[in-house]
Structures are given as structure tokens and as C-alpha cells.
């Protein structure tokens, strides 16, 4: 166990799977000076000694481990002060609610949760305590989401009457949904939920504004049993140790990745899990193709679509306002290299490192009456989801100020969910969902 010293915060990492490796290197790197490791919890041994063994790389001593069930003994017997979560996120309000009765606070991968029972459950979990939940929306430390924000805070477009939001997951990394645990929407709630809770709360944050209703339309087109009408399935349930996913391009193979290897594949014997199932297998229930229209408190309306099958990765964002338009492209990768088709995106894990392919960021204003501005951002790069990893746990973690107001709450949290809980309901029944309906914020 490392040694304890006076005035460092205790924290424990509950989910010991990839999501956990940029918080876990943060507080024993870069805030160490503030911030103490004292604890993991996961169901699988295997994924905890494999981060224990990376800590000794690092020069920090091994923590002690506890199985996720004994998650109240760990926060009792660790002196635990902030609890980080990155479990699966249908788990995440069981831990979230238990550290906060339990007297810590909290740091939560998004999303909060998956649905409006769990979300009601931690909110009110947080005020029956008093104590504080942070997302970890790492999106709004980009530095160009955050000159977005000052712009639009600024008048640069005037009233915002209207955002359009495009965002296109490439063949890589979109497909990496569809072969693990995210396939299955209870788990995840899809990505509605999963994914696109990340761009919703950058639109609430950038407007100062709370979702009204919703209408969505949204279909599984690509992945699953489709992949046979298009011609890409092949006759296997999972990678390793399968002939017929050799030439793959979609399958993701661990076996070549070392921390792959040591997470999921060498720690499969403890709970089963596998992480490299064939993405055109049976069994898929989010879909990978949604459109959306949303209404906000001040009037405002966002069309949103999410692509998960595209041939690069990036976004477009416009904010049309009344003094002019605000213009967002951000390309991650251009296109999916067949050497890296079989890998992650950029590093395996988390993003933390560039794609090998090209990509780049333009922000432009368009004023009435006046020629577009190029603006230049500085502090964005490709690593790290544009530098935001870094920014965001200086804040989290190293208690840098923050005026843009860019940490998360527990509120924040919920209206990021509502938005896609809303956009699911909506493909269920066709029909336009009022947010108030799903759960009433406070």
C-alpha cells in the first residue's frame, strides 16, 4: 500500500477496464502532488492486477484490490474521499449512490446512467447528502468547444435560434459498439445515451439552455444481422481463435495489443466477457443510424445525427443566430487505414494517443455584412480528445479554476440523458417526447 500523506485526497477507482487508464495515470502523474490512489474494485481480478502491474511501471506502488462487492467495506476501510466510476454504465448509479451515503463524493464516466429510475436515483441520492457527483463530459475542455462557448456567450452570432449537429463515427471506431457490451442497450442505453450525451450536453452548455422536447427517428441500418444484406457479415461469433475472421476488416484482434490482451483476453476466464465480438453477429439491440429534433427552454432548436458507419470520423457544428452563423468541422480521421482497421481508434486505449490517419479543425464566424473569420484556437491537438483529457482532470483533480464553468454536475448530468432517454422514447412511439415527462428536475 502506498504511504499516506496529510492533506493528499484518497481516491478509488470502482471499473478497472480500459475507460479507468487516463484518470488512474492522472492521479499518480500529473496531480500526484494532491491527489492519493488508494484502492480498485472491479468483479474480475484479472483487470485489477493487470492496472496494478502498469502502476509499478509508473514507479507507484500496487494499491490494494477489493471485489466489486465489497465496495462498502473498501470505501470504509480505505478512508476513501472520492470515489471515481468506470464501470459499465448500467452499473453506475449502484456505486454512485452507495459513495455518497457513504460520505464520498464522486467523479462519474459518462453517462451518468442509463435510464430515468437510476438518474432519479442519484439525484437523489445527492440531495439527501449533500455531497457532489462530476460527470466526466471531457468534450467541453476542448479548447474549441470552449471558444464556441465564449463566442456564443459573447454575441458573436446574436440570439441562437438554431444549432445543426452532424457527428460521424468511422468504420473503426464505430463498429467497436457493436462488439462489446454496448451492443446490448440495457447496458448502455444506447447511443443516444452512450454516446451522443457527450453532444448533448455540449449544446445545453453552449446555449445556457435545457431541453424541452424531443422528436428522433432511429434504426439499426449497418451492423447486426444487416451485415449480411450488405455483404460484409462473416460466420463466426467472436475474433480470437476464429478462422473466418482472419481477413476481417472489422474485427478487432487483441491478441496484437498488449493491454488488449492483459484487460479482456487473459481476464476472459474470471467472468466470460468477451470484448471482440463479431459486429454483424445476432443480438444487437442500439441502432446505428439517428436523427433528431430538439426544442430548448429559450427557444431554440438542434438537429442532431449520428452516423455509426461512416468512412471518417469527425463532426460539423453550426450555430445560426441573429447577428450571423457559427461554423464547427472537426475531421479526427479522414479515412480508415486498412493497417489500423483491426485496432482501436488512435490508441487502444481511450483515445489517448492521434489516429494514424490525417484530419484537422476549422472554426469560422460568418457576420451579416462582413467576410467569414478564420479563428484560431490555441491548445488544441489531436491527442487526448483534443487536448480536453489534460484540461479536464487539471480541474477535476488539481483543482484549477474554472470559469467557463466546464465541470459537470449531477444535474448536468441528467439533462445530458434526458435528451437521448427522450430520442429513444421517441423511436419507440413515433411520436414527440416532452422531456418533463421522463423525469422533473428540481
Given at each position: 500500500?502506498?504511504t499516506?500523506n496529510?492533506?493528499?485526497?484518497?481516491?478509488?477507482v470502482?471499473?478497472?477496464?480500459?475507460?479507468?487508464?487516463?484518470?488512474?495515470?492522472?492521479?499518480?502523474?500529473?496531480?500526484?502532488?494532491?491527489?492519493?490512489?488508494?484502492?480498485?474494485a472491479?468483479v474480475?481480478?484479472?483487470?485489477?492486477?493487470?492496472?496494478?502491474?502498469w502502476?509499478?511501471?509508473l514507479?507507484?506502488?500496487a494499491?490494494?484490490?477489493?471485489?466489486?462487492?465489497?465496495?462498502?467495506?473498501?470505501l470504509?476501510?480505505?478512508?476513501?474521499?472520492?470515489?471515481?466510476?468506470?464501470?459499465?454504465d448500467?452499473?453506475?448509479?449502484?456505486?454512485?449512490?452507495a459513495a455518497?451515503r457513504?460520505?464520498?463524493?464522486?467523479?462519474?464516466e459518462?453517462?451518468?446512467?442509463?435510464?430515468a429510475?437510476?438518474?432519479?436515483?442519484i439525484l437523489?441520492?445527492?440531495?439527501?447528502t449533500g455531497?457532489?457527483?462530476?460527470?466526466?463530459?471531457?468534450?467541453?475542455?476542448?479548447?474549441?468547444?470552449e471558444?464556441?462557448r465564449?463566442l456564443?456567450?459573447?454575441g458573436?452570432?446574436?440570439?441562437?435560434?438554431?444549432?445543426h449537429?452532424?457527428?460521424?463515427?468511422?468504420?473503426r471506431h464505430?463498429?467497436?459498439?457493436f462488439?462489446?457490451?454496448?451492443?446490448?442497450?440495457?447496458?448502455?442505453g444506447?447511443l443516444?445515451?452512450h454516446?451522443?450525451?457527450?453532444?448533448?450536453?455540449?449544446?445545453?452548455?453552449?446555449?445556457?439552455?435545457?431541453?424541452?422536447?424531443?422528436?428522433?427517428?432511429?434504426?439499426?441500418?449497418f451492423?447486426g444481422?444487416h451485415?449480411r444484406?450488405?455483404?460484409?457479415a462473416?460466420?463466426?461469433?467472436r475474433v480470437?481463435?476464429?478462422p473466418?475472421?482472419?481477413?476481417d476488416?472489422?474485427?478487432?484482434?487483441?491478441?496484437d495489443?498488449?493491454?488488449?490482451?492483459?484487460?479482456?483476453?487473459?481476464?476472459?476466464?474470471?467472468d466470460?466477457?468477451?470484448?471482440?465480438r463479431?459486429?454483424?453477429?445476432p443480438?444487437?439491440?442500439?441502432?446505428?443510424?439517428?436523427a433528431?429534433?430538439?426544442t430548448?427552454?429559450?427557444?431554440?432548436?438542434?438537429?442532431?445525427?449520428?452516423?455509426?458507419?461512416?468512412?471518417?470520423e469527425?463532426?460539423?457544428?453550426?450555430?445560426?443566430g441573429?447577428r450571423g452563423?457559427?461554423e464547427?468541422?472537426?475531421?479526427?480521421?479522414?479515412?480508415v487505414?486498412p493497417?489500423a482497421?483491426g485496432?482501436?481508434k488512435?490508441?487502444?486505449l481511450?483515445?489517448?494517443?492521434?489516429?494514424?490517419e490525417?484530419?484537422?479543425a476549422?472554426?469560422?464566424?460568418?457576420?451579416?455584412?462582413?467576410?467569414?473569420r478564420s479563428?484560431?484556437?490555441?491548445?488544441?491537438?489531436r491527442?487526448?480528445?483534443g487536448?480536453a483529457?489534460?484540461?479536464?482532470?487539471?480541474?477535476?483533480f488539481g483543482?484549477?479554476?474554472?470559469?467557463?464553468?466546464?465541470?459537470?454536475?449531477?444535474?448536468?448530468?441528467?439533462?445530458a440523458?434526458?435528451?437521448g432517454?427522450?430520442a429513444?422514447?421517441?423511436?419507440?412511439t413515433?411520436?414527440?417526447?416532452?422531456?418533463a415527462d421522463?423525469?422533473?428536475?428540481?
Amino acid at each position: 500500500m502506498s504511504t499516506i500523506n496529510q492533506g493528499r485526497v484518497r481516491y478509488a477507482v470502482v471499473g478497472t477496464g480500459a475507460r479507468a487508464e487516463m484518470f488512474v495515470r492522472a492521479l499518480v502523474g500529473t496531480h500526484a502532488a494532491t491527489t492519493e490512489l488508494v484502492a480498485f474494485a472491479d468483479v474480475n481480478q484479472a483487470r485489477m492486477d493487470a492496472h496494478n502491474r502498469w502502476l509499478g511501471e509508473l514507479g507507484h506502488p500496487a494499491v490494494p484490490t477489493y471485489p466489486a462487492a465489497d465496495f462498502a467495506v473498501m470505501l470504509r476501510r480505505e478512508r476513501v474521499d472520492v470515489v471515481l466510476v468506470t464501470t459499465t454504465d448500467v452499473t453506475h448509479d449502484e456505486y454512485i449512490t452507495a459513495a455518497l451515503r457513504a460520505g464520498c463524493d464522486v467523479v462519474t464516466e459518462k453517462p451518468m446512467t442509463v435510464d430515468a429510475p437510476r438518474c432519479q436515483r442519484i439525484l437523489d441520492a445527492v440531495a439527501e447528502t449533500g455531497r457532489k457527483v462530476s460527470v466526466a463530459f471531457n468534450y467541453r475542455y476542448n479548447p474549441l468547444h470552449e471558444q464556441v462557448r465564449r463566442l456564443i456567450a459573447d454575441g458573436a452570432v446574436g440570439e441562437v435560434g438554431s444549432v445543426h449537429f452532424e457527428w460521424l463515427l468511422d468504420i473503426r471506431h464505430g463498429a467497436d459498439y457493436f462488439r462489446r457490451w454496448h451492443r446490448d442497450k440495457a447496458n448502455s442505453g444506447g447511443l443516444m445515451v452512450h454516446k451522443a450525451s457527450h453532444h448533448f450536453d455540449l449544446v445545453n452548455w453552449w446555449l445556457a439552455a435545457t431541453p424541452v422536447q424531443v422528436y428522433a427517428s432511429g434504426r439499426l441500418f449497418f451492423y447486426g444481422e444487416h451485415g449480411r444484406r450488405h455483404g460484409y457479415a462473416r460466420d463466426y461469433e467472436r475474433v480470437h481463435g476464429s478462422p473466418a475472421a482472419t481477413d476481417d476488416p472489422f474485427a478487432l484482434r487483441m491478441a496484437d495489443h498488449p493491454r488488449l490482451r492483459e484487460l479482456y483476453l487473459d481476464a476472459e476466464g474470471e467472468d466470460g466477457y468477451h470484448r471482440d465480438r463479431n459486429v454483424f453477429a445476432p443480438g444487437v439491440t442500439i441502432e446505428d443510424d439517428m436523427a433528431v429534433l430538439a426544442t430548448y427552454s429559450t427557444g431554440a432548436t438542434m438537429t442532431y445525427h449520428l452516423t455509426a458507419y461512416a468512412p471518417w470520423e469527425g463532426y460539423r457544428v453550426m450555430v445560426n443566430g441573429s447577428r450571423g452563423r457559427l461554423e464547427l468541422e472537426v475531421v479526427e480521421s479522414e479515412f480508415v487505414s486498412p493497417a489500423a482497421a483491426g485496432a482501436l481508434k488512435g490508441a487502444a486505449l481511450h483515445g489517448t494517443e492521434a489516429a494514424a490517419e490525417g484530419g484537422s479543425a476549422t472554426l469560422t464566424l460568418r457576420p451579416y455584412w462582413e467576410p467569414p473569420r478564420s479563428i484560431e484556437v490555441a491548445g488544441y491537438t489531436r491527442e487526448g480528445h483534443g487536448g480536453a483529457d489534460a484540461r479536464m482532470t487539471a480541474v477535476l483533480f488539481g483543482g484549477e479554476t474554472d470559469p467557463l464553468g466546464r465541470a459537470a454536475t449531477a444535474r448536468d448530468g441528467a439533462l445530458a440523458l434526458l435528451t437521448g432517454l427522450a430520442a429513444n422514447r421517441s423511436f419507440e412511439t413515433g411520436q414527440a417526447v416532452r422531456v418533463a415527462d421522463l423525469l422533473t428536475l428540481r
